[in-house]
Each structure stands twice: as structure tokens, then as C-alpha cells.
């Protein structure tokens, strides 16, 4: 696999409003590019800009799953797979335990 620059984008999203928040990604995005990314991964729930925390407690329980679906990640692997980019909310030890797991399993 050849090497190539990804941007990982710390940036808030302009809060509850869609589409102030997608022309500050296009935004980011073309700086990125301009820079030599060619991938740019924005923080989970960037778009459209809702908000997930509210006086410092998540607004919904748990974490979500796509990365716990077996299936679903075996047909990404199927399909040549090189990199795993699964941002997320969840800050525990056990996510970064699934990322690994992950990266082996898949060779990414």
C-alpha cells in the first residue's frame, strides 16, 4: 500500500444549524485537500451539527455499533479494506481494545 495523508478534524460544528455547518466542513475540507490530505474524517455527529451533550452528560445511552457488526465488517474486508477510520463519542478502554481487534483482524 502506498502512503497517504489523512486529516483528523478537531473542530466544532456550528451548532444546530445544517448548513452553516456543512459550508465550515467544505471549508476544512479544501484546506485539508490543499495541504495533501486525501482523506479528511470529521468527529462523530459533525453533520448537522446536533447537540450530543448537554450539561455533561450524553443525550442518548450507550455507544453506537456499526463497528460491533461482524458481517458488516467482514464485506469491508472482502472488499480491500486498507484503512479503518471509525470516529467516535465513546472514550473508554474497551473502544480502543475494538480498534485494535479491528486492525488485526482486518490487516488495517
Known sequence: MSSVTI?????????????ATLAKAVE?????????????????????GTLV????QPIWEGVCWENYMPLA?????ASGVDIWVAPTLD????????MRHIAMEGRC
Open 7 to 19: 486529516a483528523a478534524v478537531q473542530a466544532a460544528s456550528v451548532l444546530m444549524d445544517r448548513e
Open 28 to 48: 476544512l475540507i479544501a484546506k485539508a485537500a490543499a495541504g495533501g490530505c486525501r482523506i479528511v474524517v470529521f468527529p462523530e455527529v459533525y453533520i448537522p
Open 53 to 56: 451533550w448537554v450539561y455533561g
Open 73 to 77: 465488517r467482514f464485506h469491508l474486508y
Open 91 to 98: 472514550a473508554g478502554d474497551d473502544w480502543v481494545i475494538t
